[in-house]
């Protein structure tokens, strides 16, 4: 569990979301997190993932959400499951999208806080480092 600030005040919101939030998972179906590159990425013949830290809005959510449509490899439940991993690292009623408003939203912020210890490896990383992606270099 991580550790309060006691350096100043805490909403009851923020100490409520603290203790009890579930723990994050690791992997949705095909997907799977990779808290070294702050990413998600298909876990299968096809190599595609998603920087969590490019995620502001919800245009950019549905964004993703139809690009993985548009793949005709992507089977509907690797969309559902996108959805859900999406869900929950970004908890999208809350943050990005709920009752139908469109929130700005700091991902870069969120994924910080969210992988509160950089650079840790998971421990599926640690039994298999072959199983942490390397981002493609930009065209």
Known sequence: MPELDTSGFHSIIELLDRFLSKPLPERWGK???DRVRRAIYYDGPHDYWFPLAQTNNSAEV?????????????????????????????DLQNNICGCGIDHRFDAKEHVAKLFSTPGKLTEIEEADPATVIQPRPAN
Do not use: M, R, T, Y
Request: proline letters at 3%; charged letters at 25%; a negative charge.
């Open 31 to 33: 997907w799977k997190l």
């Open 62 to 90: 549905l964004d993703w959400i139809v690009q993985l449509h548009d793949k005709s490899w992507a089977s509907p439940e690797d969309i559902g499951n996108l959805v859900a991993a999406l869900d929950d690292i970004f």
